[in-house]
């Protein structure tokens, strides 16, 4: 029991460490290019330096970790503390269309006491590597439907059919029956999606006219509405 513990303890605070948001960039990056702005935030109890840098995205063809730009390089936050990462993302030019990924990485250091050069306690530090996307052109995601229905199981309402994304950009949509929120979708180029096995599901009256209605995640925007 006394083990378990410790170990609960030691993964506890392992997670505690880094906190950001948001954890996604999502915006076009070609000619004046997008900004975003990430909050930091220092949950740990000792102070922590964190280091930031950009890596090339291995898995991606097309790679924006060249037109990254980010400040600060480095900062160190308190027990409790908030600090701000601004990070801009522009070609400056015209440049292939498609979607772009590049890493942001923030990387945990100790801190260091003035008076002995000895760290403030034991700390667990680590090395989160976001992989952020863009995008440049006039591209967007184009949803295909399929087999659209909705069945009833322990009082549960289910959405049933297929999502299929046939754009050349990832899309994150807000999915609702009627007024009724079921969850949130990501859904990736090329990719087809089962709104079963996602358990798109709740305890909520049906209409006589129902709606599937798909809002963007960002611009809470209604993208579809479709009867079912």
């Given at each position: 029991m006394k083990l378990f513990l410790i170990?609960?303890?030691?993964?506890?605070?392992?997670f505690a460490y880094i906190n950001i948001h948001p954890t996604t960039f999502d915006k076009r990056i070609d000619f004046e290019g997008s900004y975003e702005e990430y909050t930091l935030v220092n949950t740990s109890n000792s102070p922590i330096m964190y280091r930031i840098y950009t890596e090339k995205d291995k898995n991606s063809n097309l790679?924006?970790?060249s037109f990254m730009e980010y400040?600060?390089?480095?900062?160190?936050?308190?027990?409790g503390e908030m600090g701000k990462i601004q990070l801009s993302i522009s070609s400056n030019s015209k440049i292939p269309e498609g979607e772009y990924s590049g890493i942001l990485g923030i990387r945990e250091l100790p801190v260091f006491n003035?008076?002995?050069?000895?760290?403030?306690?034991?700390?667990i530090l680590t090395d989160l590597k976001l992989t952020l996307m863009g995008y440049a052109g006039e591209?967007?995601?184009?949803?295909?439907?399929?087999?659209?229905?909705?069945?009833?199981?322990?009082?549960?309402?289910?959405?049933?059919?297929?999502?299929?994304n046939s754009g050349k950009l990832r899309g994150k949509y807000e999915i609702y029956i009627n007024e009724h929120f079921l969850g949130n979708l990501r859904i990736l180029p090329?990719?087809?999606?089962?709104?079963?096995?996602?358990?798109?599901?709740?305890?909520?009256?049906?209409?006589?006219?129902?709606?599937?209605?798909?809002l963007d995640y960002t611009t809470k925007k209604l993208i579809y509405e479709i009867k079912i």
């Open positions: 170990f609960f303890l030691i993964c506890q605070s392992l790679n924006m970790e400040y600060p390089r480095s900062l160190i936050l308190k027990p003035e008076n002995n050069n000895k760290t403030s306690g034991v700390q591209i967007s995601p184009k949803l295909i439907f399929k087999n659209l229905k909705i069945t009833n199981k322990k009082n549960k309402n289910i959405l049933n059919g297929l999502i299929k090329g990719e087809e999606l089962d709104f079963y096995k996602m358990d798109f599901s709740g305890e909520f009256k049906l209409e006589r006219n129902n709606k599937l209605k798909i």
